[in-house]
Nanobody, 121 residues
Framework: EVQLQASGGGLVQAGGSLRLSCVGSGFTFDDYAIGWFRQAPGQGHEGVSCISSSDGSTNYADSAKGRFTISRDNAKNTVYLQMDSLKPEDTAVYYC??????????????WGQGTLVTVSS
């Protein structure tokens, strides 16, 4: 069974940092691109960042550039999202997702359950 377990969310003050983790199981983690998405209250899903499996290349939404860093440790089947300089508008449920293709793209087959990030002003 494919599973993605996101964790690391919590309550933080504006300007603070959090590191989210996404642990995958039940599939060949090394072969999958992994993305982070978020959904703020009353909003749709927004892509935040993605990391490929082929060469570790990354991409970021404009809202995340310069503040968030995505990385992966295939030995631990884990992708991280380091979030610095957090803003109240970063408040959302954050999800990780896996794509059965080495490169990042627009479709993801498997989704985790989400972790809540709340940034207070």
């Amino acid at each position: 069974e494919v599973q993605l377990q996101a964790s690391g969310g919590g309550l933080v003050q504006a300007g603070g940092s959090l590191r989210l983790s996404c642990v995958g199981s039940g599939f060949t983690f090394d072969d999958y691109a992994i993305g982070w998405f978020r959904q703020a209250p009353g909003q749709g899903h927004e892509g935040v960042s993605c990391i490929s499996s082929s060469d570790g290349s990354t991409n970021y939404a404009d809202s995340a550039k310069g503040r968030f860093t995505i990385s992966r440790d295939n030995a631990k089947n884990t992708v991280y999202l380091q979030m610095d300089s957090l803003k109240p508008e970063d408040t959302a449920v954050y999800y990780c997702a896996a794509r059965s293709w080495p490169l990042c793209g627009s479709t993801y087959e498997y989704w985790g359950q989400g972790t809540l990030v709340t940034v207070s002003s």
